[in-house]
């Protein structure tokens, strides 16, 4: 069965540091990967995918994330994190039957000035 | 085109209530899929059509659950009996299908937050 982790239900950053939100998989065959995030109250809002080439992919307001295929990772990055950043992410694997995502738990960001 | 649209945004019903949410879909996106999260959790999956037909509910549906999506446009979720476990945000998405929705991301809408007390 695919799944998804996201280990930490937390990560806190400095406004101006790099953040990163970690997400590892598991499944069986080449994955489709995806990056979502949820403000308070609203719908996820895609903000990148993996889906085959380049390794570092780079998605929406500044995010990338980098495919590690040998770790079956795909963590979400962002050099110089802002206050507006703070949401809650998540990472999904796509089923390749029916195309429906499987999510992780989330994780909230929170960047403080 | 506004992206997907839901309907309402909150409700409010009191239990043993039958409630029924609209899901609007991106125009050209010919799947459309349900999910529900709760609190402190990712989505789970609950249903997802092609076009008009619905081709993979979730265990998570019970038979209080119901979805349609007639003529392969708009799609509805009814909840007969509400009970208190029923309370989340229900959500929906569409996509792409086929070859090419592989690799297309879903679009999903603000949801609909459903309160049973």
């Known amino acids: 069965a695919q799944s998804v982790a996201q280990p930490e239900d937390q990560v806190n950053v400095a406004e101006g540091n790099p953040l990163t939100v970690k997400c590892t998989y598991s499944?069986?065959?080449?994955?489709?990967l995806f990056w979502y995030v949820q403000y308070p109250n609203r719908g996820l809002q895609f903000l990148l995918k993996y889906i085959t080439g380049d390794n570092l992919v780079k998605g929406s307001y500044g995010f990338e994330a980098e495919f590690n295929k040998s770790q079956t990772s795909f963590h979400l990055k962002k050099p110089s994190a802002l206050v507006s950043d703070s949401a809650l992410y998540f990472c999904?694997?796509?089923?390749?039957?029916?195309?429906?995502?499987?999510f992780g738990q989330g994780t909230e960001l929170s960047v403080k000035p | 085109d506004t992206g997907v649209s839901q309907d309402p945004r909150h409700k409010i019903t009191k239990r043993g209530q039958n409630v029924t949410f609209r899901c609007d879909p991106i125009?050209?996106?010919?799947?459309l899929y349900w999910y529900r999260q709760t609190l402190g959790q990712g989505p789970e999956f609950l249903t997802y059509f092609q076009n008009e037909a619905q081709l993979e509910k979730s265990r998570l549906l019970s038979d209080r659950f119901s979805a349609e999506r007639p003529k392969g446009s708009f799609s509805t979720l009814e909840i007969q009996r509400t009970e208190q476990g029923d309370s989340a945000m229900y959500l929906c998405?569409?996509?792409?299908?086929?070859?090419?929705?592989?690799?297309?991301?879903?679009?999903f809408g603000q949801g609909t937050r459903l309160t049973v007390v």
């Open positions: 998405a569409s996509s792409l299908g086929g070859g090419q929705g592989a690799t297309t991301e879903a679009f």
């Open positions: 999904a694997v796509r089923d390749m039957k029916g195309g429906k995502l499987i």
């Open positions: 125009s050209e996106h010919n799947r």
């Open positions: 499944v069986s065959g080449n994955p489709y």
